[in-house]
């Protein structure tokens, strides 16, 4: 995992990005999750059709570290409000029982932790912008997937990607079959690497 949005995932405190870059999903159905849709015993997680932005449902196997960051969460569903009143949360990943909106300050504090700064995108108004956006986690978890040698049709039902179209846009190439094509690659006759470059 070399890559910039990797790194930034390496430092996120909050559950809910960690889960983000482990499985690929969306923002908004990873902080719309319930703990209906899960299944402890089972080791499963079930979203059903409709309730997901592509309206197919989905099935993810709670293993590895995300069964760590589930049992974790398990263990803060009772929460206390700020008015002091006890609640469990319906929500798997919350804030004291109610629904996360503004993930802002999470992700811009995992992103200078990662060494990433702010850029100015509008020289007018002076408006700046991380280098990472959120939404290049789900394309990094496909990416590293990929590069651990997970089938891509694995990738894609546990992204919940509908498409082939759809996946290839995140133009995901392993690491692994670029370093396998350059080996095989050879030059032109007449030509060789070894040859004495000319200024």
Known sequence: MCNAPSVVASR????????TYLTGW???DML???????DMRRGV???FQGETKNDEGQTLAIAGPLAEIMARRQAARLA???DGEPVVADLVFHNRGHRIVDYRRAWATACKAAGFVYRVVNEKTGRRELERRMHDLRRT???DRVDESTPERVVMAMTGHK???MFDRYSIASTKDIE????KATLPAGNSAGQRETR
């Not at 719309?32 to 899960?38: D, F, I």
């Open 26 to 28: 969306r923002r908004g």
């Open 12 to 19: 996120l405190g909050r559950c809910s990005e960690a889960s």
């Open 163 to 165: 498409t082939r179209a």
């Open 80 to 82: 206390e409000r700020r």
């Open 45 to 47: 997680i079930r979203l």
């Open 32 to 38: 719309g999750l319930r703990w209906s849709a899960v």
């Open 141 to 143: 978890a496909a990416r």
């Open 180 to 183: 396998a094509a350059l080996r």
